[in-house]
């Protein structure tokens, strides 16, 4: 079973911020957190990962909370083309589980 | 960056035909590979992990003897969906790692129709 909680949806206009929260609040010390994004009919894309640290990419932002509960992924300034369903996975490479995901809809 | 190519990317077959599906890591070899399944509007669900030169390990509820898995060298795995029944039809997408604690790298998928 899927160790993350995440909305089932959400809404964004284009060139604004897009904020995607998870809850991971069972996560152990050795475990990840991995956000992947899966757009229509395609296989997932990796976006980012981190352990502890908040991380930043060309792609997005990683926010983990001290307590390493939870975590939001930050796309900048999103674009039509972001709108995708993306997973917040924690755990490490012996076994990855997806649960169901958010729904991105960026909208102009 | 690591690439997975996955082939084919959509098949039609008749029930009762079996079907390849093959996985390959380019440019970096995989030791171990996963095999995922997609319904429509659901999320990924693991099917198998399969390693190289051994057996592969199967999701609680998954019929190994239907879902043949084989991963003869370490930049090839194939899934054979056995006697196929439309019930099989799914989008069915496979992984492998490509270093260290980066996740998986994905292939493109594969969608299966049978009729």
């Known amino acids: 079973d899927a160790k993350t909680t995440q909305p089932p949806s959400m809404d964004c206009a284009e060139g604004r911020a897009a904020n995607l929260p998870c809850n991971h609040s069972?996560?152990?010390?050795?475990?990840?957190v991995y956000w992947y994004r899966q757009i229509h009919s395609q296989g997932p894309q990796y976006i980012i990962h981190?352990?502890?640290n908040n991380e930043t990419n060309e792609m997005a932002s990683l926010i983990i909370t001290e307590d390493r509960k939870s975590s939001t992924l930050i796309l900048p300034h999103a674009t039509l083309r972001d709108t995708a369903v993306y997973y917040c996975?924690?755990?490490?490479?012996?076994?990855?589980?997806f649960g169901a995901g958010t729904r991105l809809t960026v909208k102009p | 960056g690591a690439v997975v190519s996955q082939h084919p990317s959509r098949v039609i077959c008749k029930s009762g035909t079996s079907v390849k599906i093959e996985c390959r890591s380019l440019?970096?070899?995989?030791?171990?590979m996963f095999w995922y399944r997609q319904f429509p509007k659901q999320s990924l669900m693991l099917m198998a992990t399969?390693?190289?030169?051994?057996?592969?390990?199967?999701e609680q509820g998954v019929e190994k003897d239907k879902f043949l898995i084989n991963h003869a060298s370490l930049t090839l795995s194939t899934l054979t969906v056995t006697s196929a029944h439309p019930e099989d039809s799914s989008f069915y997408i496979c992984?492998?790692?490509?270093?260290?604690?980066?996740?998986?790298?994905f292939g493109s998928g594969t969608r299966l129709t049978v009729v």
């Open positions: 399969s390693n190289e030169g051994s057996k592969a390990t199967y």
């Open positions: 996975i924690v755990g490490n490479n012996n076994d990855m589980r």
């Open positions: 440019d970096f070899q995989a030791t171990t």
């Open positions: 992984s492998a790692i490509y270093r260290g604690n980066y996740g998986y790298t």
């Open positions: 069972t996560i152990s010390g050795n475990e990840y």
């Open positions: 981190g352990l502890k």
